[in-house]
Nanobody, 124 residues
């Protein structure tokens, strides 16, 4: 059974920073990503990274503010979030993709495993 466990969420003021971490119970994934879901909205893509080549992809709304990284030795993927805005408030989910998918990095349907989510709240 594959497990993804997120940590690092919390409450921060606008302009502040948070670092999220996702620990995977196994090493072999094609890619891992962060998505977020605000109340009443769909789960939206935030950032993704390929497990082998370090290829990254970001949503336009977070480019230049968020950085995704991986530590293969620890089986973790982190999301450094800087210059946070109130509109970044959401539950953030870690997802793992076991192979290339027609939905690419940014489609939630392309991910096979999900963590339980961690709340990020940015106050104005």
């Amino acid at each position: 059974q594959v497990q993804l466990v997120e940590s690092g969420g919390g409450l921060v003021q606008a302009g502040g920073s948070l670092r999220l971490s996702c620990a995977a119970s196994r090493r072999t994934f094609y890619a891992m990503a962060w998505f977020r879901q605000a109340p009443g909205k769909e789960r939206d893509f935030v950032a993704a990274i390929s497990w082998s080549g370090g290829r990254t992809s970001y949503a336009d709304s977070v480019k230049g503010r968020f950085t995704i990284s991986r530590d293969n030795a620890k089986n973790t993927v982190d999301l450094q979030m800087d210059s946070l805005k109130p509109e970044d408030t959401a539950v953030y989910y870690c997802g793992a993709q076991t192979g290339p998918h027609q939905f690419g990095f940014s489609g939630a349907r392309g991910y096979d495993y999900w963590g339980q989510g961690t709340q990020v709240t940015v106050s104005s």
